[in-house]
């Protein structure tokens, strides 16, 4: 299967800082050439609906990382999780998610990679402290956030953590960075076209996950007179309050249990 997995020199608006001399060598054409034969190997038999959890599971099996998940972003500032590879990392997706905030969404925004390698202390602590105390708490203590996309536009993110703090590798840098490029090829292709056992285009499938939450949005729209963006505000400054994920909020106020126009 081509996966669109090719070796790219990785520069990020100019700012070597984000990628700081550490061991490891990085992979030389042999190691890329096996590391391919992994990555074909781990999606055989795969439907195109499944190839980038095969492209994530092989990130984890090969790279210095505890876990992966891979996030897509939408419209009116919405995120979904399309894969993750354990329920930490699932859970990370949905604490930025629920925050607006995190790694994830600088890469986001930024359309470049994003990594914090200790959200113990120092600046990554203090760029995202709320999202970095509740990761830190779910035994996390490094992130890396790639984007998913060219041309300066993010559809979404690979992001990799590990539950120790340390930058990610020369070497690991040099398989993540095209293993999220053959991703994005991955998903562009699930973009254009239906998978055969007529599953939603990738977005609308992905964007499903977050049914309650546009709903909810909606519903507080109304109440409250506000734009999106707003409202989704005040849904997130709830869930923040109450301990909730955005989810969990979402679903309390179309139940009733939660009203907005009071």
């Known amino acids: 299967m081509e996966t669109g997995l090719q070796v790219r020199e990785v520069s990020v608006m100019g700012n070597s800082s984000l990628f ?24 055989a038999g795969t439907s195109g609906i499944d190839t980038p959890a095969a492209l994530c599971r092989a990130c984890v099996d090969l790279l210095d990382v505890t876990g992966a998940s891979v996030s897509l972003g939408g419209d009116n500032d919405t995120q979904s999780l399309w894969w993750s590879s354990d329920p930490v990392a699932g859970r990370l997706a949905e604490a930025q998610y629920t925050l607006g905030d995190g790694p994830c969404r600088s890469a ?7 990594l914090a390698p200790d959200l113990t202390s120092g600046t990554d602590a203090r760029r995202w402290p709320v999202f970095a105390q509740q990761a830190v708490d779910l035994g996390v203590r490094a992130v890396f956030s790639i984007p998913l996309g060219s041309a300066g536009l993010a559809m979404g993110t690979l992001d990799l953590y590990r539950d120790r703090p340390g930058p990610l590798s020369e070497r690991d840098r040099s398989f993540a960075f095209p293993a999220a490029d053959a991703i994005t090829t991955a998903l562009l292709a699930l973009q254009a076209q239906e998978s055969p056992s007529g599953e939603a285009a990738w977005l609308s499938s992905a964007e499903s996950d977050h049914d309650e939450v546009h709903q909810a949005t909606g519903m507080i729209m109304v109440f409250l007179d506000l ?8 849904l997130r400054a709830h869930a923040f309050a109450q301990g909730q994920s955005i989810t969990e909020a979402a679903r309390d106020v179309l139940a009733g249990r939660v009203r907005f126009d009071d």
């Not at 986001?108 to 994003?114: R, T, Y």
């Open 20 to 43: 700081p001399e550490d061991a490891g060598p990085p992979f030389g054409a042999e190691d890329l050439k096996r590391l391919s034969h992994v990555l074909t190997d781990s999606m």
């Open 108 to 114: 986001l925004a930024l359309a470049a990679p994003v």
């Open 227 to 234: 734009d999106a963006p707003q409202a989704l505000a005040r």
